[in-house]
């Protein structure tokens, strides 16, 4: 555990005693206690995935975690910094430089060529962009030959990887995903993942991914579990299954979305090739009703903050 800064600081993001209550005055009814006292270091090198059902807090940790929301008490450190100390404009300054976001839609700036998109994060703080370095980051996410294209002449998983590309190319401290696969088809979705976990390998990128999916989280060196805004458990290096027997302790397949969930998960978790075992755990698995994941809808995401100014 350390503060500092330097390159062999193993934590890159270390959250303490960190509480977000949201909406009205101290002792309100109408507060909601979006995290309540989370604390947790995360490597510098590793991939984390953060679970928990529905209104658990993951958004909020992120948000928290990545400076795009100030905590209501607690301390968040992002590469040796704390964020509570910092303006706006620093904060702004900040997460332009040193984090990396890629999000569910994907959120490329379409009247842009993929080479312009990937570069853009440079340019905005005004750094040229290093031909080989830009070419080599291309190259690594499948997208050598595909610099003139515009984003609307891409598959979905090719847009994908243009933004893991541009969240790639600054060298960020950490990049935060939000669900980052949940647009994508369980095959397509496995590739991206597969990338982001070489980019853990080849660029010791840190990576920080909220998600729905076992099988997506199943890809990260540690599974965090959120509930009422609360840690309450992890898991190092788990299969499909253990996850979703976590999730489904956790009672993140609850009463009112039993059925679409747990067929969803059975599916992806049987996609992944995982024993038949795990799926029992799953209450309604194979029920029927639910929908392939290809076929998720876009859940609202946040506003693409590494942009900001932009226009
Ligand atoms: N801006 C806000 N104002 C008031 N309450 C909020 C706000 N944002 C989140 N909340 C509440 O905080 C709690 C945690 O929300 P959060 O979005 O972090 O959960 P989540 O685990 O990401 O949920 P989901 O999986 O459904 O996206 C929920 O009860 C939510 O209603």
Redesign the pocket.
């Known amino acids: 555990m350390s503060g500092t800064s330097s390159p062999d600081t193993q934590e890159v993001v270390r959250l303490d005693a960190v509480h977000?209550i949201?909406?009205g005055a101290k002792g309100q009814k109408n507060q909601?206690?979006?995290?309540d006292g989370v604390s947790i270091g995360l490597d510098r090198g590793t991939f984390t995935a953060v679970m928990?059902?529905?209104?658990?807090?993951?958004?909020?940790?992120?948000?928290c975690a990545a400076g795009l929301d100030r905590p209501t008490s607690g301390s968040v450190r992002l590469d040796g910094v704390e964020l509570s100390a910092l303006k706006e404009r620093a904060l702004t300054k900040l997460r332009r430089e040193r984090i990396g976001f890629i999000f569910q839609a994907f959120n490329l700036l379409p009247a842009l060529s993929v080479l312009d998109n990937v570069t853009l994060p440079l340019r905005l703080a005004g750094r040229r962009p290093k031909q080989d370095a830009v070419d080599e980051v291309l190259q690594r996410v499948g997208l050598a030959g595909m610099q003139q294209r515009r984003p609307g002449e891409l598959s979905g998983g090719q847009q994908q990887r243009v933004a893991i590309a541009r969240a790639l190319v600054t060298e960020p401290a950490v990049i935060f995903g939000d669900e980052p696969t949940g647009a994508l088809d369980t095959h397509t979705a496995r590739e991206v993942l597969i990338l982001l976990r070489e980019a853990v390998q080849w660029a010791r990128q840190t990576i920080v991914m909220?998600t729905?999916d076992p099988v997506a989280a199943a890809h990260a060196d540690r599974v965090v579990f959120?509930a009422d805004?609360r840690i309450v458990s992890s898991l190092e290096r788990p299969t499909p299954d253990q996850v979703a027997e976590r999730m489904t302790h956790l009672g993140a397949w609850g009463t009112e979305r039993v059925a679409p969930e747990a067929a969803q998960v059975a599916e992806r978790v049987a996609g992944a090739g995982v024993a038949d075992g795990g799926l029992g755990q799953v209450p309604g698995a194979g029920g029927g009703s639910g929908q392939a994941s290809g076929g998720r809808s876009v859940?609202p995401s946040v506003q693409a903050p590494a942009w900001e100014g932009l226009r």
């Open positions: 977000k949201y909406g909601v206690t979006a995290l928990g059902p529905s209104g658990s807090g993951k958004s909020t940790f992120l948000h909220v729905h959120l805004g859940r």
